[in-house]
């Protein structure tokens, strides 16, 4: 005689009969609860634990029940209006679940979505409970299988925003490594006239061989009137002030500004006048400068350069590393920081100096100024000494005022003035 707990029907087909709810046996214990967070793909995984060394366990009856029920539960989520979604916390990089609230008319679509799927597939069986269950089981499936494309998703949306991220972060890095360079030249423009020829020459190579690179990583001559013409710094200053859009670099590009200074014919003088031409007139380095203006791709080409020239064009930066029989190729950010830097250290060091002979003909100007305030005063004291010695006359053993100093005379000129003495008593 069967056990009168026993039922003749398959755990699935009591699945559908009581709504996704196992009979209640007093012979099993009650089920545990469920974890039903989905999971977390994007962790670590744990690590693995030695396997026991007893018998392997085989899954039973009632863990294919709770791993039916997981996935009733989704589906019963669903119908009930709740959508769960993924998405990827870009702090951790972790994967994490969400609930998608529902529109109005969702709930009958999943119902009805429901019907078709599990319609479809209990297609082919005269059983009523059995085509039930099949049906149900084919809507898990179906819920299950888009529950992972929208996993797979968000890490595509995840892993797109990354590449869009990484874009705009090198677009921005990218404008603001030229822009350094840019302000490089525009402070060098302004105190030009107080370089010496050394610093000028040597800028002028490094503006003129970037101007060349820039080219060959693909940069393009500014359609700007006037730009690159010989001594044209004076229109290009009053064209940038009247239309400052003239200068704009178009989109995907970045603007690259250079210039260099026409010194021939001209000697420095760092103490008088500066620049000054064969007549000994001073000159505006300003007349005589040359600027040039580029559009730089933000994509550019890497350059070859040679590292006998890196060590040449760049001392300071980079101290003579760079191998001399080997050619290196770069790219152009790179470069251009190359160059900032070594034009920055320059005028830093330039500045320090200048501002060091500017200290030292300050202390010299305030020494002497000391030194002519101490003979002024001198010689006001010998004044004094004199009108306190002729109120009465003088003789040696007397108490007089000797360099403006109490003492007991010891000795006299031929006019009667105490010259000499010791501290009086």
Known sequence: MPDENTSPVSPQTSLAI??????????????????????????PAPPQQAPPLGPTRQPSAKDAVDAHHSLLGRVAAALLGKQVDYRVNPQTGQQEAYEVPQRPGDLFRHILAGALIGGA????????????????????????????????????????????????????????????????????????????????????ENSQQIQKWAHEAGGIVAPIPGNGELRNGQAMMKLFTSDPNKFRAPSGYDR????????????????????????????????????????????????????DRLNHLFPKTLGGLADPKQSYSMPWSQV????????????????????????????????????????????????????????????????????????????????????????AP
């Open 121 to 204: 597939a209990a297609k082919g069986t005269n059983s009523v409970l059995a085509g039930f269950s099949r049906g149900g089981a084919a809507s898990i499936q179906a819920n299950q299988a888009a529950d992972q494309q929208r996993q797979q998703r968000a890490q595509q949306d995840f892993a797109n925003k990354q590449v869009l991220d990484r874009a705009a972060q090198e677009k921005l890095q990218s404008a603001a490594t030229h822009e350094h360079w840019n302000k490089e030249q525009l402070l060098h423009e302004r105190d030009a006239n107080l370089r010496d020829s050394e610093f000028i020459q040597r800028q002028n």
């Open 18 to 43: 009581t709504g996704g709810q196992m009979p209640a046996n007093p012979r099993l214990p009650p089920a545990q609860q469920q974890d039903l967070t989905p999971p977390n793909i994007g962790a």
């Open 256 to 307: 690259l500004i250079s210039h260099d200074i026409d010194t021939s014919g001209l000697t420095h003088d760092p103490a008088g006048k500066g620049w000054i031409d064969g007549d000994g007139n001073a000159v505006n380095l300003e007349d005589r400068t040359t600027w040039r203006v580029s559009f730089i791709p933000q994509k550019p080409q890497p350059i070859t350069i040679g590292g």
């Open 336 to 423: 251009l920081g190359l160059a900032h830097n070594e034009h920055e250290t320059i005028r830093k060091e330039a500045d320090e100096d200048r501002k060091k002979v500017r200290e030292d003909r300050l202390k010299k100007t305030s020494d002497r100024d000391q030194n002519r305030k101490d003979v002024d005063q001198t010689r006001k004291n010998k004044l004094a000494d004199q009108r306190i010695n002729q109120q009465k006359p003088v003789k040696i053993g007397d108490i007089g005022i000797v360099n403006g100093q109490r003492k007991m005379i010891t000795k006299l000129d031929d006019q009667g003035r105490p010259i000499a003495g010791v501290p």
